[in-house]
T-cell receptor, first 115, second 109 residues
C-alpha cells in the first residue's frame, strides 16, 4: 500500500512563528504536492515538486516555501505564520510521467491553527 | 482558467435510494478526470480516473461516467458507510489538478 505520512495531525502556532510541515512517502514517487483545504474553497495547490531539489508554484504560493532534499520527503514552510493560514494542509504524491496524469495519493492531513 | 464545479454541495439519501453526483468542468485539453472520497478528518482516497468521453468505471456501488463537459458519480443502493465527501478533480493542460468543492453525501439507515 502506498503510504504518505505527515508529521503532525494537529498543530497550534502563534502569529509570526516559523512553521515546518513534513511529508514522507514510501513508494519512491517522483512527484509530491502540498495543498490546503478550506470550507467552500476546496483543495488548492500551494507547491509541487517533480524531482529532488525541484519545485514549482501552484495556485497560492504566497507566504509559503518548500524544500525537497530527498526524494521521499517534501517540507512546507510557513516563514511567518499568520491567522489566514489556519487550514487543513494535505500532502500528496504520485508516480512519474505527467506530473498530474497519475492518481495522487494523499496523507492524512495536518490541521494547523494559527492564533 | 480551469474550473471544476460540483453539485449538489450536500445530499441526504435514505439507505437504498440511488442518486448521482455531478462534476462540471471547464478545462482546456482534459487529460484526466479524477474522483476521490474523503472521510472526516482524513485525506482524500483515490476512486477512479476517466480519460475520455464515454468512458465508465465501476467499483462496488459506485459508477463514474464522463462526457465532454461533465462527469457523474452514480451511487446505486447506497449504504450508511458510503457517507463521505466526494471530490472530483480535472487534469488539464496547466499541469495541475483543479479540484471541485466536493459533495457531502449522508446516507441514513
Amino acid at each position: 500500500d502506498v503510504k504518505v505520512t505527515q508529521s503532525s495531525r494537529y498543530l497550534v502556532k502563534r502569529t509570526g512563528e516559523k512553521v515546518f510541515l513534513e511529508c514522507v512517502q514510501d513508494m519512491d514517487h517522483e512527484n509530491m504536492f502540498w495543498y490546503r483545504q478550506d470550507p467552500g474553497l476546496g483543495l488548492r495547490l500551494i507547491y509541487f515538486s517533480y524531482d529532488v531539489k525541484m519545485k514549482e508554484k501552484g495556485d497560492i504560493p504566497e507566504g509559503y516555501s518548500v524544500s525537497r532534499e530527498k526524494k521521499e520527503r517534501f517540507s512546507l514552510i510557513l516563514e511567518s505564520a499568520s491567522t489566514n493560514q489556519t487550514s487543513m494542509y494535505l500532502c500528496a504524491s504520485s508516480s512519474s510521467g505527467s506530473v498530474t496524469y497519475n492518481e495522487q495519493f494523499f496523507g492524512p492531513g495536518t490541521r494547523l491553527t494559527v492564533l | 482558467e480551469d474550473q471544476v464545479t460540483q453539485s449538489p454541495e450536500a445530499l441526504r439519501l435514505q439507505e437504498g435510494e440511488s442518486s448521482s453526483l455531478n462534476c462540471s468542468y471547464t478545462v482546456s485539453g482534459l487529460r484526466g478526470l479524477f474522483w476521490y472520497r474523503q472521510d472526516p478528518g482524513k485525506g482524500p482516497e483515490f476512486l477512479f480516473t476517466l480519460y475520455s468521453a464515454g468512458e465508465e468505471k465501476e467499483k462496488e456501488r459506485l459508477k463514474a461516467t464522463l462526457t465532454k463537459k461533465e462527469s457523474f458519480l452514480h451511487i446505486t443502493a447506497p449504504k450508511p458507510e458510503d457517507s463521505a465527501t466526494y471530490l472530483c478533480a480535472a487534469d488539464g493542460a496547466g499541469n495541475m489538478l483543479t479540484f471541485g468543492g466536493g459533495t457531502r453525501l449522508m446516507v441514513k439507515p
